[in-house]
């Protein structure tokens, strides 16, 4: 499954070096392979590469098109419930 590393790997100035060192690869092989959805990602993987790149794990997976998590304050579903 195609995913949005790479994307955010060069947003941020990344090289494939760089994340293989991040996330313990002592080559880049296994990034190619993650980048084009050859190899699945690891839970562990998935919340470091959030961490890293700043963004969701449903926009790394594609399942959202929102880099960042979206938040409604609750006290904003309280208004909309009593209308």
Do not use: H, W
Request: glycine share 8%; aromatic share 4%.
């Amino acid at each position: 499954m195609r995913n949005n590393v790479s994307i955010e790997r060069i947003r941020v100035g990344m090289t494939r070096e760089d994340l293989a060192s991040k996330l313990g690869y002592s080559g880049t092989s296994s990034i190619r392979r993650i980048e084009s959805g050859e190899q699945t990602l690891t839970d562990k993987q998935l919340v470091t590469l959030a961490g890293i790149f700043g963004c969701s794990i449903d926009y790394l997976l594609r399942l959202s098109d929102y880099r960042k998590p979206m938040v409604i304050a609750v006290s904003e579903l309280r208004r909309e419930g009593s209308k």
